[in-house]
């Protein structure tokens, strides 16, 4: 057999990893699913630890299934930003924020913000910087011990070789103009850019040989629209995970309308947007109301018993940048049973995907389909409602959700390319995308309407001790 390409994945519900043939063919597949614990702090940290743990067990398993190949590189995706503080033997201490779902240093981001004369595009919610002056002043102890700052994907490398880095797109989010951070950022490196080579223990976890060469690496929304084959200007994606993100490359830094736009795999800019939640917010309503209820959704028409939500379930960044934003069902009557109320959750990732579609048409111009991929692309309720919601017909690519981007990621940091494979076309429903235009007049104004009414609420949910108090 040729060489193969092994590409591993780091999400928020665990580590995928998979093995791809020289012809882009997958051989091998892995996972290891992680826990977010028990306890509520757990909801929005992650142990870096465990994540050492589950990827091990996913490439193993992917190795293992694909017959060990000759494994000729290896590419790295994760989830972030997620700042992990590193000694100086490199090991990791305490475990790492969630983005946007950690709210916790939000008081200390509007505080830096506003002093520095800063706004929400350059210092966000999922910024880095305030969650590092947050950790100094909450926990001073572990603060000291820290030597260095890098992200999750930044950890995996470290972890696997010994290198460290940071790839520009994710440099955006550990670095602010006149800001600087409290701990050192590592080299920047292009995510494409070979790190360094396997090291003996890490290939002895593995299975693997020493040396292999492994990729800088980024974050794994950025490595999926790389491997969906948008990397020239014109391009467009949409990623189905947990969260939603979506945008195309453009040539010109042109932005506004709560999107941001950033360095990406390839020439131009990346024009996007990302939200908090999607497919944890059709797992979150499957949970809610049953499997048949979630079936029987997918068969009725948007908008089912008067019902219209807002998805800010884990806070919301594009467009709101609210990481207190609050979740919304309006319109609820004794009348709605559980098929309505499932409805209304894919209606309401089908309005969030309508919005950011039409901010990205308004600053880019007209779209003739997006690449989609991610694990919520096999959902086929959720995908049809989209594209009946945006008008854009949604091109789906084969094996959606698993590690194959990274894996191609590894083979062009070889200088070899590999061609992503379309499975099928979803194509809008005229009627039904009228119907979701008349939806969204409603949907667009509950946010401005409604967001003091969300922050009072998302204050008095915290504990006690992080509660803001008036003199």
Known sequence: MTGCYLGIDLGISGARAAVLTDAGRTIGQG???????????????????????????????????????????????????????????????????????????????????DARGLNDETLGPDHVIPRLHWIREQEPERFAQAAWCVDAAGYLVSDLTGALVIDPITLCDHAAPGLPSPLPTPPVQAADAIAGGLSAGAAERLGLPAGIPVTVGTYDCFVDIAGSGVIEPGAACMLLGSTLVMGRVVEEARCGQGMRLTPHVGQGHFLGGWTSSCGSLIDWAQRLYGQDAMAAAETLPPGEGGLVMLPYVAGERTPVWDPQARGVIVGLALHNDAPQLARAALDAVALSAMDLTRRLVALSGPLASFRVNGGGARHRGLVQAIADATGVALEILAHPGEAQAPAWLAARALGRRLEPAVDRVVTPDPARHQRYAELFDVYQALYPRLASTMHSLAQQALPQHQQKHKD
Do not use: K
């Not at 992680?34 to 757990?42: E, K, L, P």
């Not at 992917?62 to 000694?87: F, K, S, T, Y």
């Open 31 to 113: 996972r290891s699913a992680g826990s977010g614990g028990a306890n509520r702090q757990a909801e929005y940290e992650r142990e870096p630890r465990d994540w050492s743990l589950q990827l091990t067990e996913a490439c193993r398993l992917a190795v293992q299934q694909a017959g060990h190949p000759r494994v000729e590189a290896i590419g790295i995706g994760a989830l972030g930003p997620c700042p992990v503080l590193l000694d100086r033997d490199l090991r990791p201490l305490g475990p790492a924020p969630l983005f946007s779902m950690d709210g916790r240093a939000e008081a200390t981001r509007i505080a830096l913000r």
